[in-house]
Each structure stands twice: as C-alpha cells, then as structure tokens.
Nanobody
Framework: VQLQASGGGLVQAGGSLRLSCSSS????????VGWFRQAPGKEREFVSA???????YYSDSVKGRFTISRDNAQNTVYMQMNSLRPEDTAIYFC???????????????????WGRGTLVTVSS
C-alpha cells in the first residue's frame, strides 16, 4: 500500500488543520493507520492511531485537541487538529500496518508502510 499525507500548512496558534492520509493500491480499510510527527532536532513521536475496528488512540499531548477518523469509502484516514500550538509544529507522517497489536499502536517500528510527510507550522 502506498500512502500519501496531505493537508499541512501554516496556521496561527489556536487555529485548525485537517490532515488526510490516502492510499493507492490496496484498500486502507484493512489496515490500522497511525499518525506520527517529527519536529526539527527531535525524534519521531506517536500522535494518534485508528484500528480497523475504528477504535482510536492518542498521545497525551494531543488528546482532546486532535481527532482521528477514517472513511473507508474514500480510502482515507483523517486527523482533525484543533487548538493548534507552536509545539505542534512538525512534519506529520501517516503509517499503516495490517497486523498491529494493541500494545504496538504507538510504536513507529511496528508499522510497515509509510507515506511522505506533510509539514505543519504553527506560528505564535
């Protein structure tokens, strides 16, 4: 499966963006999908994930502000980001895997497929 993340941009603090992760090839509905981000000089970190069952998971830093969802008919996973903060500035990547277990949802190494990132910049 080939993934493509889009929707990044420049936004002021307090603003919103919606990221999309679409796939070509196999249907995304058979994969768990996660969002990760990497800020300059920092390691890649888990942001959110959604399983094929539609169960969702979030890092503490975005819980209550970000919402991950999936539209299987559109073969797309979305992440709505509200109340953005300057510390949310990063390149955001989506990743997918067909056999993730619950304990691995936040581990980047557990995902087999990655898309190119999309840059989110939040100005203060």
């Amino acid at each position: 499966v080939q993934l493509q993340a889009s929707g990044g941009g420049l936004v002021q603090a307090g603003g919103s963006l919606r990221l999309s992760c679409s796939s070509s090839g196999r249907a995304l509905r058979t994969y768990s999908v996660g969002w990760f981000r990497q800020a300059p000089g920092k390691e890649r970190e888990f942001v959110s994930a959604i399983r094929t069952s539609f169960h969702t998971y979030y890092s503490d830093s975005v819980k209550g502000r970000f919402t991950i969802s999936r539209d299987n008919a559109q073969n797309t996973v979305y992440m709505q980001m509200n109340s953005l903060r300057p510390e949310d500035t990063a390149i955001y990547f989506c990743a997918a895997d067909s056999s993730l277990i619950l304990s691995s949802m936040s581990s980047a190494s557990a995902y087999d497929y990655w898309g190119r990132g999309t840059l989110v910049t939040v100005s203060s």
